[in-house]
């Protein structure tokens, strides 16, 4: 990935433009130059029209819930942020904190190392593989079935939450059998993606317990179900909070928290986003925008290229926001709609959206064609017609950041988007192939 970024930034030259290691210690707005003054370490001051913060809010600060007897452990003790090498473990005996997808990246990744693995967890989830046979897990069947999901819920919110659990759990029954005492029930709603957890919980290499309640001393740890484990590490696979105190404190991002979020089951104490779509600041949209808040079930690059391409056009003046007040009352709708959610049991992150709805916001407003060549109206129809091959691979195939460069737009189309998309499609194709054999 880093060669990839690295000759991606060589191939348009944008070296000439980037400053390196520097230290940002605070960015403030001077209200009488209308600009943003960039305070580095060791350097003069920098001012800029335009900022985007892309520190990841979802992820600034480690967060490490409080357990009693903390103090006596006499271990590691180290949040999975600051977890680099699983060698450093080496015949230790660990215990992996959570049950989401740092947790089972973390868990496996110490199998054949760590002399024992423990991954203790409150909740379940649905597991699924990263390749489903049988289940493409592709663009625009993606955001059908999130868009259609995401209306039954709202219309029908118990029962579309029992279909969406079904067909997760369909599909992880497909690929897995799963046993009753590793704790996958209930499940929260966001899925754990894992090709290898389930063979070693099978293969005993982790074993799956219950929370942690206390520690009893030095190395012993007491679990919620009141079993007692020994251990000389403790990994917390627990998630982060967010952290923009670099920003002026006039335009942080981060919301009180309504009543109805602060007192739902899955909220953990975390903060809401106070921006429109979790991109752009309520108090500066024309030149202030975050990148790095927003989940749900994609690629974080697809999300924000996305995102950046709003951003770009609207700064540009090719696309438009809404007036302050309709901006206010889309904030104040999504913080009701994620509260709702949270309030149902599930873990949920402040940086979730609404998928189908945010996808086709950022489409529009970065002026991509998707939603015009893909869609029903008469440009749809013509490019099905001219292209039904491509077009079902479009609609069918891997959703990758080419289709954003394949149609006239408000940005500039790439000439071999199309060859990209095939080559891609093309791969999975015969690497899915090769499996089956």
């Not at 191939?11 to 290691?21: A, K, P, T, Y």
């Not at 967060?63 to 230790?92: C, S």
């Not at 995102?307 to 904030?331: E, H």
């Amino acid at each position: 990935m880093h060669q990839y970024l690295t000759s991606y930034a060589e191939h348009f030259d944008l070296g000439r433009h980037v400053e390196l290691n520097c230290l940002i210690q605070q960015i403030v707005f001077n209200d009488e130059q209308q600009r943003w003054i960039i305070k580095v370490q060791d350097q003069t001051d920098k001012c800029f029209d335009k900022v985007v913060i892309a520190i990841g809010g979802m992820v600034g600060l480690p967060n490490v819930p409080t357990i009693e007897g903390m103090t006596k452990f006499e271990g590691m003790n180290l949040h999975a942020q600051t977890f680099k090498r699983p060698a450093d473990f080496a015949g230790k005996r660990v215990m992996v904190v959570g049950f989401g997808n740092s947790a089972a990246d973390t868990a496996t990744q110490l199998v054949g190392i760590a002399d024992r693995i423990y991954l203790a967890h409150r909740h379940g989830a649905r597991v699924l593989p990263r390749t489903l046979n049988g289940w493409p897990i592709d663009h625009t069947q993606s955001l059908r079935l999130f868009t259609i999901l995401t209306l039954i819920m709202r219309l029908f919110p118990r029962w579309g939450e029992r279909t969406f659990d079904k067909m997760l759990k369909g599909m992880q029954d497909k690929s897995f059998e799963v046993r009753p005492e590793w704790g996958f029930e209930p499940a929260q709603k966001v899925p754990l993606v894992s090709d290898t957890l389930v063979n070693c919980l099978e293969n005993g290499s982790i074993q799956s317990t219950k929370g942690v309640k206390r520690v009893l001393s030095g190395t012993e740890v007491e679990l919620e179900d009141e079993s007692k484990v020994a251990v000389d590490v403790i990994i917390w696979c627990t998630g982060y909070k967010s952290d923009f105190s670099i920003i002026d404190s006039r335009f942080e991002p981060t919301a009180p928290g309504t009543v109805a979020w602060t007192t739902a089951q899955g909220s953990n104490g975390k903060s809401l986003f106070r921006l429109w779509n979790n991109v752009f600041s309520l108090e500066k949209p024309e030149s202030l925008a975050f990148l790095g808040n927003v989940h749900f079930a994609a690629g974080g690059f697809m999300i924000f290229d996305m995102a950046a391409m709003a951003i770009t056009q609207v700064w540009k003046g090719a696309s438009q926001l809404p007036r302050r007040v309709q901006l206010l009352q889309d904030v104040e709708e999504h913080h009701g709609w994620i509260a709702d959610q949270a309030s149902r049991g599930y873990n949920y992150s402040p940086g979730n959206v609404d998928a189908g709805k945010w996808t086709k916001t950022m489409d529009d407003l970065g002026g991509t064609g998707v939603n015009e060549y893909l869609g029903y109206g008469w440009k749809g129809w013509w490019f099905w017609l001219r292209n039904m091959r491509f077009c079902r691979l479009l609609m069918d195939g891997v959703w990758t950041p080419h289709i954003y460069r394949v149609f006239d737009g408000k940005r500039k189309t790439w000439e071999g988007a199309r060859a990209a998309i095939e080559l891609v499609n093309a791969s999975v194709a015969e690497n899915k192939k090769s499996k089956t054999c």
